[in-house]
């Protein structure tokens, strides 16, 4: 059937967890605890459907965390049944991510990735359901009639692959293909246009800008180029503040591979002679080991935090995104369609050139303790070594943490050598996934493939290719199909390389957990489910059981706040080191106050601010900067433990353009007595003058 009107809502909330005293997800870096907040982490979901069959929609969600978990969109189906009854549903909602690496951690099912987190953190886990629901919310109530447009266009400067040699393993004559559209990287990003409502766009880089030595809650490149779009349509709106006319949507393609940090990775080796060379360029080593190899960002020399790289490959991002919004795109037509299976990847046999292979239960390799020139590990491991003895001592004492590896799983998951087979352990609960999402969504000529995963570069485009050329011999869409990776979403199952990067096993073979058929398993049930995106499908998809839920068994080792209590003489919210009020400031300084502290972990103040930067505008506090501007910070430091004392420190580094005038900054706290309820208070600094 025709279709070139949909029904189309679009909303944003704040999902940001905990911002102190919690572990932060993505480098899986013990030591990397937050300590305050640089910018709220955002949920936006955008909804298309059929103006006239109301069940024919698809619920898409954007948000700001380092991947889609099985035990986050559970909770987040249950809440919705609630409200919608069988409106959004397991088929036709997607939590897709941005991939960020410096969100809260603590929310993912399995225990994996909870152990850096010491276990599962149920605020971050809550903050992201009520988030993503208040986003569906927004989404829904501002559903009307519009149309849709789609287009692409080349990325200049905004990725670069981070395992280029593994990447040569591909067929040179597959990789011949892509050399006009980027090479080793993507460099196109798709977009789909809602009009002035706003857009959703797809374009492959990892959310490594800011680096792992960071302690701040941010939202990474793809966070920063959303608030950048949103802020040029709405300059006087306070961000997220469910008011805003535009929600601009960076989702994330097929990442695996790809990097922010486009100088290349050097070696930081002071007093060694490899000190400000290239690292080796197969196992990514400075002088045989891992940990001084890293990964620069465009703007390395300005700050060593990678914020500025942070918000330069943001506005890449941004750029593209605007030159296409002011295009003349394709419009969309046809029909909204979705489908979706549970796939059991464990000894998921198929056929494959006419022999059957199959899948394996998890398993990392010893590259995938290595990390990458983005967040290098530790304990001498090396990628691309394929060795069993890269460090003799886990040899030993890797078995004492999960299971041996069966005769049968080593030659399953060979060439891999084993370091964690995790798909065999399970105490306290697994610590891997076995069963994965497999969803799609069609929206006209448009294919969303939603993968749990992180596919590498020519993993997305046999995917994509695959897909596509199925669309089109089905019959399903003709030569204007058009498919789009997204994720990691739904659930987390790490990476997926191509059989050839499999073998030489860096860091994202290493972390192909289910073996080296893994992309061919997926890209044999994703086209296997094209027909079910038919305007009428052919009955309902054999599915693999759920997934068992998770969340209720899960650990938690993170202590809860005891107490908070004031210095002796002092109350909260004084303010112990004020700003100068003797001379005005200009545009490029910091301005910051200090004052008497509470733990923030006492009120998440979702959806509000811990500081207000306020202009007196005739008499009259107006707050014109909030924790979500990428020019405020918030950090917060623990005096004593014993005394239950903190202090925070509120900055605001004035941009260039601010109005002159008087200003004052604001801090919002909530303090937790040894004995009685949580009671909020406010801060204020002295007034000062901006030039």
């Given at each position: 059937m025709a279709q070139d009107q949909y029904l189309l809502g679009l909303g944003i909330a704040d999902i940001t967890g905990p911002v102190v005293e919690t572990n932060m997800m993505g480098y899986a870096s013990l030591a990397q605890t937050d300590s305050g907040l640089h910018m709220r982490q955002r949920a936006r979901a955008f909804i298309v459907g059929e103006p006239d069959v109301e069940a024919n929609r698809v619920l898409f969600i954007n948000a700001d965390i380092a991947m889609g978990d099985t035990g986050v969109r559970r909770a987040i189906l249950a809440e919705l049944a609630t409200k919608y009854g069988t409106l959004y549903t397991a088929q036709n909602f997607g939590l897709s991510s941005t991939h960020q690496h410096s969100g809260v951690g603590g929310y993912l099912e399995n225990l994996l990735p909870q152990i850096t987190s010491l276990g599962f953190v149920n605020e971050t886990f809550g903050a992201i359901v009520q988030g993503v629901v208040l986003a569906v919310d927004r989404a829904h109530e501002s559903l009307q009639l519009g149309s849709l447009s789609l287009g692409n266009?080349?990325?200049?400067?905004?990725?670069?692959?981070?395992?280029?040699?593994?990447?040569?393993?591909?067929?040179?004559?597959?990789?011949?293909?892509?050399?006009?559209?980027?090479?080793?990287?993507?460099?196109?990003?798709?977009?789909?246009?809602?009009?002035?409502?706003?857009?959703?766009?797809?374009?492959?880089?990892?959310?490594?800008?800011?680096?792992?030595?960071?302690?701040?809650?941010?939202?990474?490149?793809?966070?920063?180029?959303?608030?950048?779009?949103?802020?040029?349509?709405?300059?006087?709106?306070?961000?997220?503040?469910?008011?805003?006319?535009?929600?601009?949507?960076?989702?994330?393609?097929?990442?695996?591979?790809?990097?922010?940090?486009?100088?290349?990775?050097?070696?930081?080796?002071?007093?060694?002679?490899?000190?400000?060379?290239?690292?080796?360029?197969?196992?990514?080593?400075?002088?045989?080991t891992v940990e001084d190899c890293h990964g620069r960002g465009p703007g390395f020399t300005l700050d060593s935090y990678g914020f500025h790289s942070n918000e330069m490959i943001a506005q890449i991002q941004v750029d593209a995104a605007q030159s296409l919004m002011n295009s003349t795109l394709s419009p969309v037509t046809g029909t909204v369609r979705s489908v979706h299976v549970y796939l059991d990847m464990a000894n998921h046999s198929f056929i494959l050139n006419g022999t059957t292979v199959q899948t394996c239960p998890a398993a990392m390799g010893f590259s995938f303790?290595?990390?990458?020139?983005?967040?290098?590990?530790?304990?001498?491991?090396?990628?691309?070594?394929?060795?069993?003895?890269?460090?003799?001592?886990?040899?030993?004492?890797?078995?004492?943490?999960?299971?041996?590896?069966?005769?049968?799983?080593?030659?399953?998951?060979?060439?891999?050598?084993?370091?964690?087979?995790?798909?065999?352990?399970?105490?306290?609960?697994?610590?891997?996934?076995?069963?994965?999402?497999?969803?799609?969504?069609?929206?006209?000529?448009?294919?969303i493939c939603l993968i749990p995963g992180e596919l590498t570069t020519m993993s997305g485009r046999r995917l994509r290719a695959a897909v596509r050329a199925q669309l089109i011999s089905s019959g399903i869409i003709d030569n204007s199909a058009y498919v789009v990776i997204s994720g990691p979403a739904n659930t987390y199952a790490h990476y997926v390389a191509t059989f050839e990067e499999y073998a030489v096993q860096r860091y994202e073979g290493a972390s192909t957990i289910f073996g080296p058929y893994t992309l061919d398993a997926y890209i044999d049930k994703y086209t296997s489910l094209v027909p079910f995106l038919a305007d009428t499908p052919p009955g309902t998809p054999a599915s693999d059981a759920a997934p068992p839920e998770l969340t209720s068994s899960a650990i938690s080792l993170q202590t809860a706040v005891i107490f908070d209590a004031a210095p002796i003489g002092k109350s909260f919210g004084q303010v112990m080191t004020d700003v100068i009020t003797t001379t005005a400031y200009q545009a490029g300084q910091t301005v910051f106050a200090i004052f008497v502290g509470a733990n923030p972990r006492n009120n998440l103040r979702l959806e509000g601010t811990f500081l207000s930067v306020e202009q007196d505008v005739s008499g009259t506090w107006t707050p014109v900067r909030s924790d979500s501007h990428p020019s405020t910070l918030y950090q917060w430091t623990r005096v004593s433990?014993?005394?239950?004392?903190?202090?925070?420190?509120?900055?605001?580094?004035?941009?260039?353009?601010?109005?002159?005038?008087?200003?004052?900054?604001?801090?919002?706290?909530?303090?937790?007595?040894?004995?009685?309820?949580?009671?909020?208070?406010?801060?204020?600094?002295?007034?000062?003058?901006?030039?």
């Amino acid at each position: 059937m025709a279709q070139d009107q949909y029904l189309l809502g679009l909303g944003i909330a704040d999902i940001t967890g905990p911002v102190v005293e919690t572990n932060m997800m993505g480098y899986a870096s013990l030591a990397q605890t937050d300590s305050g907040l640089h910018m709220r982490q955002r949920a936006r979901a955008f909804i298309v459907g059929e103006p006239d069959v109301e069940a024919n929609r698809v619920l898409f969600i954007n948000a700001d965390i380092a991947m889609g978990d099985t035990g986050v969109r559970r909770a987040i189906l249950a809440e919705l049944a609630t409200k919608y009854g069988t409106l959004y549903t397991a088929q036709n909602f997607g939590l897709s991510s941005t991939h960020q690496h410096s969100g809260v951690g603590g929310y993912l099912e399995n225990l994996l990735p909870q152990i850096t987190s010491l276990g599962f953190v149920n605020e971050t886990f809550g903050a992201i359901v009520q988030g993503v629901v208040l986003a569906v919310d927004r989404a829904h109530e501002s559903l009307q009639l519009g149309s849709l447009s789609l287009g692409n266009t080349s990325v200049i400067g905004g990725n670069i692959n981070r395992s280029p040699t593994a990447y040569l393993a591909n067929p040179a004559a597959e990789r011949a293909m892509y050399v006009d559209q980027g090479g080793d990287q993507d460099k196109f990003m798709s977009l789909l246009s809602f009009g002035s409502r706003g857009f959703l766009s797809w374009f492959p880089v990892h959310g490594t800008s800011i680096y792992e030595n960071n302690t701040l809650v941010s939202s990474d490149n793809k966070g920063m180029a959303a608030y950048l779009y949103e802020s040029s349509i709405d300059p006087n709106a306070m961000p997220g503040n469910g008011n805003q006319t535009f929600v601009a949507g960076f989702a994330q393609a097929n990442v695996g591979d790809t990097s922010p940090n486009t100088l290349g990775a050097f070696c930081e080796s002071p007093g060694e002679p490899y000190d400000g060379l290239p690292c080796q360029a197969n196992t990514s080593t400075c002088g045989g080991t891992v940990e001084d190899c890293h990964g620069r960002g465009p703007g390395f020399t300005l700050d060593s935090y990678g914020f500025h790289s942070n918000e330069m490959i943001a506005q890449i991002q941004v750029d593209a995104a605007q030159s296409l919004m002011n295009s003349t795109l394709s419009p969309v037509t046809g029909t909204v369609r979705s489908v979706h299976v549970y796939l059991d990847m464990a000894n998921h046999s198929f056929i494959l050139n006419g022999t059957t292979v199959q899948t394996c239960p998890a398993a990392m390799g010893f590259s995938f303790a290595g990390g990458t020139t983005d967040g290098p590990g530790s304990f001498d491991f090396v990628q691309g070594d394929n060795s069993t003895t890269q460090n003799p001592f886990w040899d030993i004492v890797k078995s004492f943490i999960t299971p041996i590896p069966s005769a049968a799983q080593v030659a399953c998951q060979a060439p891999k050598p084993i370091l964690l087979n995790t798909g065999f352990a399970d105490f306290p609960y697994p610590w891997s996934p076995s069963t994965v999402d497999i969803q799609m969504f069609k929206i006209g000529n448009l294919v969303i493939c939603l993968i749990p995963g992180e596919l590498t570069t020519m993993s997305g485009r046999r995917l994509r290719a695959a897909v596509r050329a199925q669309l089109i011999s089905s019959g399903i869409i003709d030569n204007s199909a058009y498919v789009v990776i997204s994720g990691p979403a739904n659930t987390y199952a790490h990476y997926v390389a191509t059989f050839e990067e499999y073998a030489v096993q860096r860091y994202e073979g290493a972390s192909t957990i289910f073996g080296p058929y893994t992309l061919d398993a997926y890209i044999d049930k994703y086209t296997s489910l094209v027909p079910f995106l038919a305007d009428t499908p052919p009955g309902t998809p054999a599915s693999d059981a759920a997934p068992p839920e998770l969340t209720s068994s899960a650990i938690s080792l993170q202590t809860a706040v005891i107490f908070d209590a004031a210095p002796i003489g002092k109350s909260f919210g004084q303010v112990m080191t004020d700003v100068i009020t003797t001379t005005a400031y200009q545009a490029g300084q910091t301005v910051f106050a200090i004052f008497v502290g509470a733990n923030p972990r006492n009120n998440l103040r979702l959806e509000g601010t811990f500081l207000s930067v306020e202009q007196d505008v005739s008499g009259t506090w107006t707050p014109v900067r909030s924790d979500s501007h990428p020019s405020t910070l918030y950090q917060w430091t623990r005096v004593s433990t014993i005394l239950g004392t903190s202090s925070v420190n509120i900055s605001w580094t004035i941009e260039s353009g601010t109005p002159a005038g008087t200003y004052r900054l604001q801090y919002f706290g909530d303090s937790k007595p040894l004995i009685g309820s949580i009671s909020s208070f406010t801060g204020t600094s002295s007034s000062f003058t901006v030039a």
